[in-house]
């Protein structure tokens, strides 16, 4: 075992800093102990949410998104030489917050090794999730039942952008929250939709209902092949969770359960490619009215 001492960085210490501030406002916690003997070299989940209520965000797309987002606080950068370049960035002074122009292996020290950050990291406000009554005109969403990966659901994100779908709807609890991870499998697409949170599924449906949707529940033995179910001029895909699929009370409520034609051995996809299929059928049966 190595008896050199860890170094300790401007950095490091804003961090400890924050992490005591969080501490004292909240009256200590059972994580105190644990903060005390993290070593200050210590890499942070990629994607983590700083104790300052923060979240990173990274990767070129996901970064160029962000800052062409007018709604989008962002708080900090760390970014290298080559990566402002790739990004464009002219003037980083001119963008209205702190730039700090660093090496790829310190971002690394933020990130994490394995996150794919491209050499710019962001600290930004996470982005406020919209009420159903903020739903815009629209033909075609989705509604995801506790979808809980979020590389499923950034990957469902960027697929509905590239269908034009209008929003997606996720429920409050057993989903992910806004995180690097998600960010970076959305390629962007985080930016790009809305994002529509709900407390009860089942009553979000019903309300959909009476806006005019149909609501189509994808379900490997559902009775009928998504292409013979489409009816109407607005549709709403309902994609359930990873392994369990769709609750029993959002089978009872959706106007029709639907399967993908499948003709091979394996009669089930993983949930973002199930929903990137569907919304590409779906779109063809709109563009059909």
Known sequence: MSNEKPTHTPKDSHYAR???QFRDQNGGTSNQNQNRNRSNNEKIPAGANPDNGLIRLYGLH???????????????MYITKNALSRLEIGDAEALGFPVEITEPRQIDKITGSDAVHQGVVIEAEPLKAKRLSQLTDSN??????????????????????AFNAGAII????????ESGVLAKSASGALEMIPHIEVRNLAEA???????????????????????????????????GAEGKGLRQKTRE????????????????????????????AARRHLLKI
């Open 18 to 20: 924050l992490r005591r």
């Open 62 to 76: 996901t970064v160029r998104a962000a800052l062409d987002n007018p709604v989008r606080k962002i708080h900090k």
């Open 140 to 161: 075609l969403i989705l509604v995801l039942d506790q979808v809980t990966d979020p590389h499923n659901v950034g990957a469902i994100m960027r697929s509905a952008v």
């Open 170 to 177: 996720t429920t409050s609890r057993h989903s992910p929250q």
């Open 205 to 239: 449906i019903g309300e959909l209902h009476l806006a005019g949707f149909m609501t189509i529940g994808l379900d490997s033995e559902g009775p009928l092949e998504l292409e013979n179910t489409m009816q109407g001029t607005q549709i709403a895909l309902v994609l």
């Open 253 to 280: 409520t959706v106007t029709a359960l639907a399967r993908l034609d499948m003709p091979g051995e394996i009669k089930s996809l993983n949930v973002s490619n199930a929903a990137a299929i569907s919304l590409y």
